[in-house]
C-alpha cells in the first residue's frame, strides 16, 4: 500500500512540474522575448520533456504495480481516452521543440539572437494548445478513478 502511495506521489509530482514548466514556457513566449530567454526555453523545454517522462513511467508503475491492478485501467475508456489525449499533447510539443533547439542553435552561433514576432507567435501558440488540451488530462483521470464508464 505504501508502494503505491508513493507512486501516485511521484506521478502526481512530475504532473504538476509539467505544468510549471509548461507554463514559463508560456510566460517566456512573449515578442519581448530576449537572448537570455531564449535559453531558458532550451532548459524548459528540456525540464519538459523530463517531467512527462516521468509522469509516463510512474503511471506504467501505477498501472502494473498499483492497488487497482491493470484490469481496472485497461477495461475503462477514459483511461484509453487519457493515454490518448497525453499522446496528442506529446506530438503537440514537438514544433515548439523543434523551434526551441533551432533557436539554441541560432543563439549559439549568433550572440543576442533573438527570434522573430511570428516565430515566437507560433510557438506559443502551439503552448497554449498544450495547455488547453492538458485542461482535460484530470477530468478523464477522475473519470477513470472512479470507474465511470467501465
Known amino acids: 500500500m505504501l508502494a503505491d502511495a508513493l507512486y501516485a506521489w511521484f506521478h502526481y509530482l512530475a504532473i504538476f512540474l509539467l505544468v510549471v514548466v509548461l507554463t514559463a514556457e508560456a510566460v517566456l513566449l512573449r515578442p519581448d522575448l530576449t537572448a ?6 532550451a532548459i524548459y523545454d528540456r ?14 508503475l501505477r498501472l502494473t504495480l ?15 481516452a487519457k493515454i490518448t489525449l497525453f499522446v496528442v499533447i506529446g506530438l503537440c ?9 533551432r533557436w539554441a542553435k541560432q543563439s549559439r552561433q549568433q ?3 533573438v527570434p522573430a514576432a511570428a516565430d515566437i507567435k507560433r510557438a506559443r501558440r502551439w503552448v497554449m494548445i498544450e495547455s488547453h488540451l492538458f485542461i482535460f488530462l484530470p477530468l478523464f483521470a477522475v473519470l477513470m478513478a472512479r470507474g465511470i464508464g467501465a
Do not use: D, E, Q
Not at 525540464?47 to 506504467?60: E, K, N, P
Not at 510539443?93 to 533547439?101: A, E, H, K, W
Open 111 to 113: 550572440p543576442g539572437f
Open 93 to 101: 510539443s514537438i514544433p515548439p521543440t523543434m523551434t526551441f533547439l
Open 36 to 41: 537570455n530567454g531564449v535559453k531558458r526555453l
Open 47 to 60: 525540464l519538459y520533456l523530463a517531467s512527462a517522462v516521468v509522469v509516463l513511467i510512474t503511471g506504467v
Open 66 to 80: 498499483g492497488i487497482k491492478g491493470a484490469a481496472f485501467y485497461m477495461g475503462n475508456p477514459w483511461f484509453h
